[in-house]
């Protein structure tokens, strides 16, 4: 059987893999086929997509603030107008090293011209320090999935939940689908932290990169807050649902990412979830994300930039596909999986399982 040939196979199965597929397959002309399961098969959330994140490099918001406007022109022309909702999301911090990183996190999205507002103690949830970001973009996944797909798919892009794949040395990749057909392409492009986790079998070795658990967790409809969008520098996350239940996040093994998510809503009084699930997703050692190959051989990686990815896409895409400008260029190479931890220069807020939270 004769192979099919594209430029990129991309794999994941987030917004963000999914818009780089079709940035690369409009913008770029390039041939892709896209390798992952739509995210509603998970039955529950592994992420959020946010147009602001806990972030304290000014290299990666002037990267954002480049290409956000690109990724929601073209949510836009895909018709993900309803997928797309305004929000002012509150970011907490409980412990010091997180107060400190909160801290910075407001001084640098301040500069950058995001609308911070400092929310009284008595009315942020016991223990923590708040604030909010006004006007805030926010993505919803399961409206978002079925726009996408029928995006990919005008735009000729050949989409599979899963295949047998075979990574080259020079970033190739052999892939057998499983009706049998067979596709090969130039270069593989590992778009999400799980794409990420699957297929580096080296990745506990790694000095740089690390594999953490996390639970996701769906409760029953609960009192309506305040602030529907919570992120917590101390390792948790949640958004409350038309249906009042919340959908949250939280990094470690169950009782403590339990704790860590039950802290931040004790205005809800006890959770009472009605689905839970275990997975596991990427983080780095000093905290900022990686981009490009592991010993310049293999796959590419791209991972770890957090909820801001898909809003990041269009550079991603540009990079890819070799039309990068300088500043894109610069930032990307800074981000190799390969750069010295000990000396990193890019280093940034970093969550940890443990509840810890600190600036590099």
């Given at each position: 059987?004769?192979?099919?040939?594209?430029?990129f196979a991309?794999y994941?199965s987030?917004?963000?893999?999914?818009?780089?597929?079709?940035f690369?397959?409009?913008?770029?002309?390039?041939s892709?086929?896209?390798i992952?399961?739509?995210?509603?098969?998970?039955?529950?959330?592994h992420?959020f997509?946010?147009?602001v994140?806990p972030?304290t490099?000014p290299?990666?918001?002037r990267?954002l603030a480049?290409?956000?406007?690109?990724?929601?022109?073209?949510?836009?022309?895909?018709?993900?107008?309803?997928?797309?909702?305004?929000?002012?999301?509150?970011?907490?911090?409980?412990s010091?090293?997180a107060?400190l990183?909160?801290s910075?996190?407001?001084?640098?999205?301040?500069?950058?011209?995001?609308?911070?507002?400092?929310?009284?103690?008595?009315l942020?949830?016991?223990?923590?320090?708040?604030?909010?970001?006004?006007?805030c973009?926010?993505l919803?996944?399961?409206?978002?999935?079925?726009?996408?797909?029928?995006?990919l798919?005008?735009?000729?892009?050949?989409?599979?939940?899963?295949?047998e794949?075979?990574?080259g040395?020079?970033?190739?990749?052999s892939?057998?689908l499983a009706?049998?057909?067979?596709?090969?392409?130039?270069?593989a492009v590992?778009?999400?932290?799980?794409?990420?986790v699957r297929?580096?079998?080296g990745?506990?070795?790694?000095?740089?990169?690390?594999a953490r658990?996390m639970?996701s967790m769906?409760?029953?409809p609960t009192?309506?807050?305040?602030?529907?969008?919570?992120?917590s520098?101390?390792?948790?996350m949640?958004?409350?649902r038309?249906?009042?239940?919340?959908?949250?996040?939280?990094f470690?093994?169950?009782?403590?990412?339990?704790?860590?998510?039950?802290?931040?809503?004790t205005?809800?009084?006890?959770?009472?979830?009605?689905?839970q699930?275990?997975?596991?997703?990427?983080?780095?050692?000093d905290g900022?994300?990686?981009?490009?190959?592991i010993?310049?051989k293999?796959?590419?990686l791209i991972g770890?930039?957090?909820?801001v990815?898909?809003?990041?896409?269009p550079?991603?895409?540009?990079?890819?596909?070799?039309?990068?400008?300088?500043?894109?260029?610069?930032?990307?190479?800074?981000?190799?999986?390969?750069?010295?931890?000990?000396?990193?220069?890019?280093?940034?807020i970093?969550i940890?399982?443990s509840?810890?939270e600190?600036?590099a």
């Open positions: 059987m004769t192979e099919r040939h594209f430029d991309v994941g987030t917004p963000f893999a999914r818009l780089l597929a079709v690369l397959a409009e913008a770029h002309q390039k892709v086929i896209l992952g399961a739509m995210e509603a098969h998970y039955r529950l959330a992420g997509d946010l147009s994140a972030i490099r290299e990666t918001w990267l480049k290409s956000e406007s690109a990724s929601r022109r073209m949510l836009t022309r895909l018709g993900a107008r309803r997928a797309m909702a305004r929000f002012d999301p509150l970011f907490l911090a409980s010091p090293d107060r990183a909160l910075h996190f407001a001084h640098m999205a301040s500069a950058f011209d995001r609308a911070i507002e400092a929310i009284p103690d008595k942020a949830p016991a223990g923590y320090q708040a604030i909010t970001v006004r006007d973009l926010m919803d996944r399961q409206e978002l999935e079925p726009v996408l797909l029928l995006g798919e005008t735009r000729g892009v050949v989409v599979s939940p899963e295949a794949s075979h990574f040395n020079d970033g190739s990749v892939i057998r009706g049998g057909d067979a596709y090969a392409a130039q270069t590992l778009a999400d932290d799980e794409a990420i297929y580096i079998a990745l506990p070795a790694h000095p740089l990169l690390e658990p639970i769906l409760t029953e009192r309506a807050l305040g602030f529907r969008l919570r992120i520098l101390d390792g948790a949640a958004f409350q038309s249906t009042l239940g919340l959908a949250a996040l939280a470690g093994q169950e009782h403590r990412a339990m704790l860590s998510a039950g802290s931040m809503l205005e809800c009084g006890s959770l009472r979830r009605i689905a699930s275990a997975f596991t997703t990427l983080t780095t050692a900022a994300g990686i981009a490009g190959k010993g310049q293999g796959p590419t770890g930039f957090g909820p990815s898909a809003f990041m896409a550079e991603f895409a540009s990079w890819l596909a070799g039309t990068a400008d300088r500043s894109t260029e610069a930032y990307i190479a800074a981000r190799s999986p390969d750069r010295n931890i000990n000396a990193s220069r890019v280093g940034d970093r940890v399982d509840g810890v600190r600036a």
